[in-house]
C-alpha cells in the first residue's frame, strides 16, 4: 500500500486507514517494542533517499505514537521503545 505522496514525506489520504490498522494490530503486543523502517525507490542520489526514507520512517513513527501506541500501562511511566531508520534505497 502506498501511504506517501512521491518524493515528499506527506501522507496521502487513503494513509489513515492503513495506519490504524498497523495501530490495532500494534495493540494486541503492547509490551513488545517497535521499529519502524524507511526505504524509497532508489531514483535520486543516496543523500537524498536515505534523508527521505528517515523523514517517512519518522512520520509513521509520530502517527503510531500519537494513536496509542506509546505503551503507558496506568499511571506508570513503563512504556514501549518505539524507534524509527531510514535505509535509503538499500
Known amino acids: 500500500d502506498k501511504l506517501f505522496e512521491v518524493n515528499t514525506s506527506d501522507f496521502l489520504p487513503e494513509a489513515g486507514p492503513i ?3 498497523s ?3 500494534l495493540n494486541r ?3 513488545n517494542n517497535i521499529m ?3 526505504n524509497t ?4 542520489n543516496n543523500k537524498y533517499e536515505r ?3 528517515e523523514q517517512r520512517a519518522g512520520k509513521v ?3 503510531l505514537w ?3 501506541i506509546n505503551g503507558f500501562q496506568g499511571a506508570s511511566t513503563n512504556m514501549r521503545k518505539l524507534t524509527y531508520v531510514g535505509y535509503g534505497n538499500y
Open 29 to 31: 503486543y503492547p509490551k
Open 23 to 25: 495501530v490495532a494490530v
Open 41 to 44: 525507490s532508489g531514483f535520486a
Open 66 to 68: 500519537a494513536h496509542g
Open 61 to 63: 513513527a509520530a502517527y
Open 19 to 21: 495506519l490504524d490498522s
Open 51 to 53: 534523508k527521505l526514507s
Open 36 to 38: 519502524v523502517s524507511g
